[in-house]
């Protein structure tokens, strides 16, 4: 994983890894609680559950295509979702969410998933939390396999099957690292369910 490899000013990243979103980000001066972290994750995969005002405002997240050769299996570009910290210029955490949905084993199969937002770019809102001081990205799962799919494409009923999940990783991951500032980061929080 590409990130892994990168420094910040003081030569050193601390990532974490997470088989669900229970965690606590940790930083110098600030503790984020586990329930904060954990909504904010939560609400960005599922904001039609959003229900504890308490956390304050929220706003949509920003959606951002990735380039060639990252592709859901459909053939549709690759996007994943972005919430910017609150206070950008300072905040050096990150938490990156790979959300699950189960596998499909057969060209048939995944051509079925294909049809559905398991398998294309057509997603509902995603949304963020205004005032959490962390980066968060969330990663669609639209390949089948764990974002770990590298078999390049397949015809199959006049369709062409994308089978791209590691590449949708690897790009967004170096997106994130040439554009959003992952390079500065401090703490890495990698997160997610089932097959993400």
Request: hydrophobic share 30%.
């Amino acid at each position: 994983m590409p990130f892994l490899h990168s420094k910040n000013q003081q030569g050193t990243m601390k990532c974490f890894y997470f088989a669900s979103a229970i965690s606590v980000l940790l930083h110098a001066s600030h503790v984020y609680t586990l329930s904060n972290l954990a909504n904010a994750l939560h609400m960005i995969h599922n904001p039609e559950l959003y229900r504890d005002r308490s956390l304050g405002t929220i706003s949509p997240a920003t959606p951002i295509t990735v380039s060639f050769p990252a592709k859901c299996l459909d053939g549709s570009s690759y996007k994943y979702y972005y919430c910017e910290a609150a206070n950008t210029a300072h905040s050096t955490e990150w938490a990156i969410m790979l959300p699950g949905g189960g596998w499909c084993f057969t060209n048939e199969e995944c051509y079925k998933r294909s049809q559905s937002s398991l398998g294309n770019s057509q997603r509902t809102n995603h949304y963020c939390l205004d005032n959490l001081n962390t980066h968060i990205v969330y990663l669609p799962y639209c390949d089948g396999a764990s974002f770990g799919g590298e078999r390049g494409t397949v015809s199959l009923k006049g369709h062409t099957l994308h089978y791209s999940g590691k590449a949708n990783f690897d790009t967004t991951i170096t997106h994130l690292l040439d554009n959003k500032g992952l390079r500065n980061a401090e703490t890495v929080v990698l997160t997610g369910s089932s097959a993400g």
